[in-house]
């Protein structure tokens, strides 16, 4: 039998576990990404995945459990830290990265989203947390750096503390019902509380 035979011959390796979990979320990003929410259905990311039903519905029960799963996976792909030089610089940014911008492809998708589930209490609450979430490990690399430049004490460098910018974006978030907030509330977040609790920290 040829090689090209045998290569035929062999049954293709089934995916499992988190290999095919991040192929069917990445399935479901993509779909999000060209047709919103609305447009997302199970069939679609299933043969965009190269899977069935059944496998997506073991992981979630319906498409508004798959779609907050891939919209959190789409906002944390879209996050890196800054590196401006500067904490103030570099919380600014990372604030307004994670602040949605009304008028981009990913707030559109939110908007679905939000109308979707909206009468699911528990997705809303993840949804709103990955509207906010900018990941504890992002925000430990920015202080990481301020503490290396001298800007901060190395105390500083607790994850609730890092976040704390992070906890009082996603306050707003959930107390005012925003999908973005004002850029002049990030940049009091930032100056009023978050450099000067980082700054405080220090030996007792």
Known sequence: MSAAGESAAKPASRRRGAELESAILRAAVEELSESGYPGLTMDRVARRAGTNKNAIYRRWPNRAALGVAAYQRLATEKLRPPDTGALRDDALALLRRVNCDLSSPQAEILRGLLAGVGDEPELLARLHDAVADGGSGVWLTIVGRAVARGEVPPEALHPRVVTVA???????????????????????????????????????
Do not use: H, W
Not at 171 to 187: A, I, Q, S
């Open 166 to 204: 992070l906890a009082l974006l996603r306050n707003e978030y959930v107390t005012r019902g925003l999908t973005t907030v004002p850029d002049d509330v990030l940049v009091e977040i930032v100056d009023e509380v978050y450099l000067p609790l980082l700054r405080s920290r220090g030996p007792a």
